[in-house]
């Protein structure tokens, strides 16, 4: 005979499922910080050494297109990273040997230019709309010209933008490892690591000389 649940029992119930979730949603929510921090660093990167390889000279973007465009590089690197940790370390995240976190840097490598390709379209109507280039009155025909061009946009981007990624994938990774050794002394340390890697990311990006950035392309 099943015992009826009372509210009390059935709260606890609740309770326990998000006490026993909150440390995957923590380490998910560092993990996440930290991809968007890395596809920051590399489409700045992957910019300048496009710069170097078109004979232009290598330096950095000002802060309009840095903002808009910047923001689509994080936002691409926080959905990527939030899907490979999800679906390939899944709840039990504890504990992984250091390949599989490479493998997961390799992946991210792999296909963080191709989505930042998919967003910088959006970033840059995000852009001339707010520089004025595009009207108002005809802003819904830029939003809908963005969306066609992301495919294309993905694709020319990506090509160009692997070795950045694996660059910058590979330093995730490791950073993924450490944070995922140090879960033994709670999840402070690990929002500490991650603000630390995602500061120097995202400064070493913007604020490194741009010769010796283009070195990482």
Same mark, same amino acid.
């Given at each position: 005979m099943a015992i009826p649940q009372t509210p009390m029992i059935?709260?606890?119930?609740?309770?326990?499922?998000?006490?026993?979730?909150?440390?995957?949603?923590?380490?998910?929510?560092?993990?996440?910080?930290?991809?968007?921090?890395?596809?920051f660093a590399r489409f700045f990167i992957s910019d300048i050494v496009q710069k170097k390889v078109r004979w232009e000279d290598p330096i950095h973007m000002s802060w309009l297109p840095s903002t808009c465009l910047g923001i689509a590089a994080f936002l691409a690197g926080v959905l990527l990273t939030f899907v490979l940790v999800k679906v390939i370390i899944g709840e039990g995240y504890l504990n992984r040997n250091i390949f599989i976190w490479i493998f997961i840097g390799i992946l991210y490598g792999i296909f963080i230019p191709f989505v930042t390709g998919l967003l910088l379209p959006m970033g840059m109507f995000v852009m001339n709309v707010s520089i004025g280039v595009i009207e108002l009155n005809k802003a819904f025909y830029f939003f809908l010209d963005a969306i066609v061009l992301a495919p294309t946009n993905a694709?020319?981007?990506?090509?160009?933008?692997?070795?950045? !990624?694996?660059?910058?994938?590979?330093? $995730?990774? #490791?950073?993924?490892?450490?944070?995922? *050794?140090?879960?033994?002394? !709670?999840?402070?340390?690990?929002?500490? $690591?991650? #603000?630390?890697?995602?500061?120097?990311? *995202?400064?070493?990006?913007?604020?490194?000389?741009?010769?010796?950035?283009a070195n990482f392309g």
């Open positions: 059935k709260s606890n119930i609740y309770f326990s499922r998000i006490t026993n979730f909150s440390n995957v949603g923590k380490f998910i929510a560092i993990a996440v910080l930290c991809g968007g921090a890395s596809s694709f020319t981007h990506g090509i160009f933008g692997v070795i950045s !990624g694996l660059v910058c994938g590979m330093c $995730l990774a #490791i950073t993924l490892w450490l944070m995922d *050794i140090i879960q033994r002394f !709670g999840p402070r340390w690990q929002f500490g $690591l991650g #603000i630390a890697f995602s500061v120097f990311m *995202i400064g070493f990006s913007k604020f490194a000389p741009p010769p010796f950035l």
